[in-house]
């Protein structure tokens, strides 16, 4: 994330930039981009990162305007300033993609993941997954005598925590439905 | 009023609408209902390739001559993985086309159907954009859309993939006017207060230098013509990438000629020594760049491009001008005139003394022979005995391309078609033929080498057909030359795979096509070959024998700095190091 909280509609090349244009520095951003929903505009958009070499570390894509036929894709990416900058500039020059947000640049914002966890397990360690569960607010949305299926939403950061706690208690399977994200206030 | 019609004829239709008068293309089973179309009706010339390639490449060059949106239409599978090339080579020079391809019905797609292939999945990357329309109720709107994607903007080449059944079902025809070209709207005019800051910068400049580019071409002859302005208003020099000439004219007094690689001396210097850099519709190609981190160290740079992803990619400037460069340039010289004209007139004065003496190098100076033809002279010829005719050179890839690019002179845009990003061996000869159909009159000349030119040699009988009297210019060196040249430099002068053996004897192959073959080898009858090749009324096969192992200098080896360039006669040897030769 960046360090600065930059006011939303600021943009990386506006004056409120301070950061060292030539920072080598490693940034994660998150992107929303507003898309026609027809077919190939998914792979063209995925196409972009892998043809181009910029990394996606979680994709999540569905039609959010029925009427108007829109699909927001939200992407969570790493580079620096400059490769970040170039991953935006890519992206609008898609001719189906209507817009693109850095959630990130633009100011505070909540991201989720909704996540399932398939754990194995008897007595104790089954006892103590439980408890866990609760105090990580997951749901039991499947039980067996031998297993549990958890469900949880929240920040990437708290799934992946739960599930480092899951992995000595018997974590058999991760289901992750990437960041959902949108900016905070109006 | 809507009209009721077959797909295919939709197809036609579209394209009269849309002011289309030519379509390069090859038929198959998947386009037969379009052919069927064309066959019945005049409006529009369907001009029969031998190659999908040669197809794309015809209307790349119909394309660039001429300014307007270049068609071409293939069949599914093997038609269209044959067009690939060609749109990736539109894709990475800006060339606006339409390009049309077959597929099999739509109930068969997925079932490896015969002559089936993922023709817009193969083409996504290689496209602006492309569609496969699926029913034909959407036909005629996809085509108007598309012309207007490949022409908006920073132009490119589009694709459109109609299934058969699509094409035999009927639907209502969509005018023009009706479609809603949608969010797809690029932004023309500059931000006003970004020109202004360049403004001032180029009053106060002390060194400046235009670094103009494609996009000066792309934006049409009006935006040359307010270049042309702005150069000799503010007496700054100018130079040019490869895909830029002609823009400013080379016979214009502030014309340092092309820079890059094998750029002019004078135009490298200055590129890195400004202080003020203007890129106008360039795009820091890595040919101009050469090592990043050295380039052009001590100048502010103002770029002008109409795409927001040229710039800041690889060179950061301090004065990015989103827009399209007649919009801009318009803007910029009236703020410019309307603050009173300024230029730093003492340290203009200066920097043109600097740049006279790096002209006094004269670093295109190459040693001629009285027995053997050099590559030089014969281009030297060729600009002297067409000078002032109504002419238009299209290039192959190579060592002939860059001395083609040294040694003629452009005086207008559009004149000058060399496949630049790609670097596509086989792209001059069908390029010339698209010249040459738009401009019937013109004399049209493809600046060869005889390995790119065997690369295509097959559209000679579709210049035969058309009677487009295209005059194929081979700089026959029997030679890859350019790879040798990289080999002698790079590779301790071990010449691998890098020679032409067993080349055809050109002027039967000529023959054979039922045009004319011209053989020279004397520098003595050099003029006189040309005079012939010119005066022939129809296609020629000039094969010039050229000196085998000439290298094109000036050169600045991959990795090194514009002001470590190599001249002609420097020594050569290990003078790219271990990192540049992991360059291309
Ligand atoms: C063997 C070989 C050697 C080469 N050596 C050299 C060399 O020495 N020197 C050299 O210059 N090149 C050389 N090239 C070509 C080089 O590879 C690039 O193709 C070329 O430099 C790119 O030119 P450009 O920057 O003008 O960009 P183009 O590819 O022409 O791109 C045009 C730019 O303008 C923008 N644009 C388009 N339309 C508009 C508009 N209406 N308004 C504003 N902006 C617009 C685009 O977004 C883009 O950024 C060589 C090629 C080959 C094959
Ligand atoms: C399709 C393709 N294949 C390979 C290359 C690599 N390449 C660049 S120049 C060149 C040699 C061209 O030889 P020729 O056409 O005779 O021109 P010369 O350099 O001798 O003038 C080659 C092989 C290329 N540019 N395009
Ligand atoms: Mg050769």
Sequence with gaps: ?186 | MTQAMTGARMVVQALKDQGVEVVFGYPGGAVLPIYDEIFQQNDIRHILVRHEQGAIHMAEGYARSTGKVGVALVTSGPGATNAVTGLVDALMDSIPLVVLTGQVPTFMIGTDGFQEADTVGITRPCTKMNWLVKDTANLSSTIHQAFHVARSGRPGPVLIDIPKDVQFATSDYVVKEKIKTGHYQPKLKGDIDQITRLVEMIETAERPILYTGGGVINSGPAASQLLRELAEATGFPVTSTLMGLGAYPASGKNWLGMLGMHGLYEANLAMHGCDLMINIGARFDDRITGRLKDFSPNSRKAHIDIDASSINKVIRVDVPILGDVGHVLEDLLRIWKSRGRKVNKEGLAKWWAQINDWRAVKCLTYKNSTSIIKPQYALERLEALTKGMDRYITTEVGQHQMWAAQFLGFEDPNRWMTSGGLGTMGYGLPASIGVQIAHPEALVINVAGEASWLMNMQEMGTAMQFRAPVKQFILNNERLGMVRQWQELLHGERYSQSWSESLPDFVKLAEAFGCKGIKVSDPKDLDDAILEMIRYDGPVIFDCLVEKHENCFPMIPSGKPHNEMLLGDADTQGVIGAKGAVLV
């Excluded at chain 1, 600021?10 to 940034?27: F, G, K, M, N, Q």
């Excluded at chain 1, 089954?126 to 031998?146: K, Q």
């Excluded at chain 1, 739960?162 to 206030?185: D, K, N």
């Design chain 1, 1 to 186: 994330m960046s360090p600065l909280n930059i006011k939303q509609g600021s943009t990386s090349h506006s004056a409120y930039d301070l950061r060292d244009p030539y920072a080598e520095v490693i940034e994660a951003h998150t992107l929303a981009v507003i898309v026609d929903n027809e077919p190939g505009v998914l792979a063209r958009v995925i196409g972009l990162f892998s043809g181009r070499g910029y990394n996606i570390e979680s994709l999540t894509v569905a039609e959010t305007d029925h009427t108007g036929h829109l699909s927001r894709i939200t992407i969570v990416t790493r580079g620096t300033p400059q490769i970040i900058a170039q991953i935006k500039a890519q992206l609008a020059r898609i001719v189906p993609v209507h817009d693109v947000h850095d959630l990130t640049e633009e100011g505070p914002s909540v991201q989720r993941e909704l996540a399932l966890f398939k754990v194995a397990g008897k007595g104790e360690h089954r006892i103590e997954a439980l408890r866990l569960a609760e105090i990580f607010r997951a749901h039991v949305v499947d039980s067996t005598l031998e297993s549990f299926v958890f469900e949880m939403t929240g920040t990437p950061e708290k799934i992946d925590s739960f599930a480092e706690l899951m992995r000595p208690l018997g974590l058999r399977e991760i289901a992750r439905t990437g960041v959902a994200a949108l900016s905070r206030g109006l």
